[in-house]
């Protein structure tokens, strides 16, 4: 019976480490079915986050890339694109075009009276006579002479001719640019630089007639000889100088790089006195 008992007793203590090695080898698996699942869930988060780095990365892309060359409406629609792209390009042009505009006439308000000043000692030359022998001597005599306003004799036609000559240019470079080269020629670029030059010449010589009347209103009347007749009439306003310069046919006079018109009415130029 004691026999009985001891087998007993160490078939017990067997069966409770057996137990006790079952839950430690239970709790092994589940810590290790634990570990591997929070493995895949932080692969999982890696595997999202780079994805939306991409994601990301290509936005940026995509975004620079809209920068560098914008859309044109010669460019054809893509399916996720808006038929509101050249709408958007023209305003832009628009709100440019403004902001350069207000900008040169602040310019030209500000150094129209050294333009005159530089127009009245080049004329000098005419009569041979050194009333503007300084800048600081000819804002004198201008001043007191023609008073403040004497500074800025001929400025409403070379405001208006410069207005007139800025949206001429990038109008027309807009429309060449947008309908009339083709975005498929690799010079693309330096084409349409070249159709800047070629509509800012074109602008500058139909606002030529502005730039005429403002110069002759800037030496009308100053008591120089080359503002005075026989060399020049004498003009009330740049209205009338623009009428009499139209009726003799002399709107474009001096537009020329190479040839000079002969003044109306005259056959040759030594039949005029003035020239003798």
Partial sequence: EGGKEGRRKGGGKKGGKKKEEGKEEGGWREGKQKKEEEGERRGRREKGEKEGGTEQRN???????GM????????????GASKKEPVSSLEQVLKETSREMVARSAATLITHPFHVITLRCMVQFI?????????????TTIYREEGILGFFAG??????????????????????????????????????SYSQAVTGFFASMLTYPFVLVSNLMAV??????????????????????????????NMSR?????????????????????FR
């Fill in 127 to 139: 009569g041979r006579e050194t009333k503007y022998s300084g800048t600081l001597s000819a804002f």
């Fill in 254 to 274: 001096g537009n020329s790089l190479f040839f000079r018109k002969v003044p109306a009415g005259k056959r040759y130029v030594w039949d005029e006195r003035r």
């Fill in 220 to 249: 009308n009347n100053c008591g120089l000889a080359g503002g005075l007749l026989p060399y020049a009439p004498t003009y009330s306003s740049w209205l009338d100088c623009w009428s009499q310069l139209h009726r003799e046919g």
């Fill in 155 to 192: 400025l409403i036609p070379r405001l208006l001719g410069d207005i007139l000559s800025l949206w001429l240019c990038n109008m027309l470079a807009y429309l060449i640019n947008t309908y009339a080269l083709e975005n498929g020629v690799s010079t693309m670029t330096e084409m349409k």
């Fill in 59 to 65: 936005g940026k892309e995509e975004e620079n890339r």
């Fill in 68 to 79: 560098l060359f914008p859309a044109d409406s010669s460019f054809p629609l893509q399916p």
